[in-house]
């Protein structure tokens, strides 16, 4: 019998980030994604965008597709969803990868968090914009990676309600994720792109707030390092899975 997949994208996307993961893994599990509260269709209608809700979405969706246990691959601001999720659900999550995940340490990505927290009060298209450019900076002038994702942030966060990004902020800078992901016991696998500097700043400590943490970076890749480069991230998550799998026989 086929094990399961949960794929939650990250702010401002939609469950189309992971088309091709689900197309590559479709044939040895069953796979499914879902639209965050606010995003997909409901891009742009008001939403109560709040931890509660979101872990209640997914539990719905569990419900509703009659998963029993699945593997989850969070993107971004995903990995509060699922974490909080597997700690409240041990028993339906056998699994958890994280890409461009990151949590509340002392950072230069919570520097810029805290910061336009405190802007929050501005026209919001001036405030994302200034947003989208400092979440993404540029390493150099020629920067694929940040132009691509600021770009990409910036058009998709404009048609968000305006409450959106902020609430996600404030989750951020006020819910202990930390201490979560010190609990967990089911493997997880941690894959950030090499130039996804920022969120990378908030890690210095994951191999002491995640022992068991499986830690790879993916070169040529930034913060979605799974749209940069889809067949090497497939290879790693394979590997990763295969060896759950491998882990789950010889129990």
Known sequence: MKENIVFIHGLTGTKRAFTKQMEYFDEGFNTYSYNLLGHGDDRGKPVEF?????????????????????????????????????NKWKWKVKSLCFIGGHYNSPSQLFDVFRHYWELRD????????????DIYPRESMIDPYSIISHKIYYKYGLQLADNVLIDAIYHRLHYDLRS?????????????????????????????????????????????????????????????????????EMI
């Open 50 to 86: 709040t931890l509660e809700n979101l872990i209640k979405q997914l539990e719905d969706f569990f419900d509703k597709e009659g998963l029993e246990n699945a593997h989850i691959c969070s993107l971004s601001y995903g990995c509060y969803v699922s974490t909080i999720f597997a």
């Open 122 to 133: 501005e026209e919001y298209s001036v405030w994302l914009k200034k947003y989208s450019h």
């Open 180 to 248: 979560d992901l010190t609990k967990l016991t089911m493997p997880v696998l941690w894959i950030m792109g090499d130039h996804d500097h920022l969120y990378k700043s908030s890690l210095t400590d994951l191999e002491t707030v995640i022992p068991h943490v499986i830690y790879k970076e993916i070169k040529h890749a930034g913060h979605a390092a799974n749209m940069f480069r889809p067949s090497c991230f497939n290879d790693l998550y394979e590997e990763f899975l295969n060896n759950c799998l491998f882990e789950k």
